[in-house]
Antibody, heavy 121, light 109 residues
Framework: EVQLLESGGGVGQPGGSLRLFCTAS????????MSWVRQAPGKGLEWVSS????????YYADSVKGRFTIARDNSKNTVSLQMNSLRAGDTAVYYC??????????????WGLGKLVTVSS | SYVLTQSPSVSVAPGKTATIPCGGD??????VHWYQQRPGQAPLLVIY???DRPSGIPERFSGSNSGNTATLTISRVEAGDEADYYC????????????FGGGTKLTVL
C-alpha cells in the first residue's frame, strides 16, 4: 500500500526558514516523480514544486522560485522542501504527492495527509 | 501564464448527472487530470489523461477534452460525491509548471 507521510514545517517567522519532509513507502520510490502542492486556508490547490524520479530535474512555481528548494534522497525514500525567505502568503497546508510516472509530466496519483505551515510573527 | 477556468459551484439532484467544465485556451491539445477533494481530506485522483480512471474509481466518473473545454461528468450522482473538484494540466510553453483550475464545489441537493 502506497503511503506518504509529511513531517516538519510548523510555525515560522516572515523572512525565516522551515523544512518539510515526505517519507514514502509501499512502492519503488526512485521510479516516480514527487511534488509538493499547497492549499491556503479556504482556497484552492496551488502547485509548488516537482522533482523527477532520478532527482536530476526540478521545477518550481513562479511564486516560490529562488526561495524554495526541492530535493529527494532515493536511498531513504524521502523528498524535502526547504523553504527560505518565508512570507505570510506561504501559509498553507502542504501536501506531498506522488507522480504516476518517473518524469514530472503526469498526474498525482497518491497524496499525503498534508502538513500545516504557518508564517507569522 | 496558462489559466484554467472553473465555475465556482454546480448543484445536482441525487441520481442525476453532474457536468463540471474546465476552460482553457486550446486545452484540447493538453492532457487534463481531475481531482476530488472532500472537506478535510487530501485530494484524490479521479480521472487522468483526459478520460482514464484509476483503479477503485467508479465507472460513474468519466472525462472528455476537446477544443477549449475539458469536462468531468459524474453519472447517477450520490451524496458522497459532494466535494470540490479540480482540473489540472502541465504547462510546457515557457517553463514546465503545473496549473490547477480554481475548483468547482459540487453540491448534491
Amino acid at each position: 500500500e502506497v503511503q506518504l507521510l509529511e513531517s516538519g514545517g510548523g510555525v515560522g517567522q516572515p523572512g525565516g526558514s522551515l523544512r518539510l519532509f515526505c517519507t514514502a513507502s509501499g512502492y519503488t520510490f526512485r521510479n516516480f516523480a514527487m511534488s509538493w502542492v499547497r492549499q491556503a486556508p479556504g482556497k484552492g490547490l496551488e502547485w509548488v514544486s516537482s522533482v523527477s524520479g532520478s532527482g536530476a530535474n526540478t521545477y518550481y512555481a513562479d511564486s516560490v522560485k529562488g526561495r524554495f528548494t526541492i530535493a529527494r534522497d532515493n536511498s531513504k525514500n524521502t523528498v524535502s522542501l526547504q523553504m527560505n525567505s518565508l512570507r505570510a502568503g506561504d501559509t498553507a497546508v502542504y501536501y506531498c504527492a506522488k507522480g504516476r510516472l518517473g518524469i514530472v509530466d503526469s498526474a498525482f496519483d497518491y497524496w499525503g495527509l498534508g502538513k500545516l505551515v504557518t508564517v507569522s510573527s | 501564464s496558462y489559466v484554467l477556468t472553473q465555475s465556482p459551484s454546480v448543484s445536482v439532484a441525487p441520481g442525476k448527472t453532474a457536468t463540471i467544465p474546465c476552460g482553457g485556451d486550446n486545452i484540447g491539445t493538453k492532457t487534463v487530470h481531475w481531482y476530488q477533494q472532500r472537506p478535510g481530506q487530501a485530494p484524490l485522483l479521479v480521472i487522468y489523461y483526459d478520460s482514464d480512471r484509476p483503479s477503485g474509481i467508479p465507472e460513474r466518473f468519466s472525462g472528455s477534452n476537446s477544443g477549449n473545454t475539458a469536462t468531468l461528468t459524474i453519472s447517477r450522482v450520490e451524496a458522497g460525491d459532494e466535494a470540490d473538484y479540480y482540473c489540472q494540466v502541465w504547462e510546457n510553453s515557457n517553463s514546465r509548471q503545473v496549473v490547477f483550475g480554481g475548483g468547482t464545489k459540487l453540491t448534491v441537493l
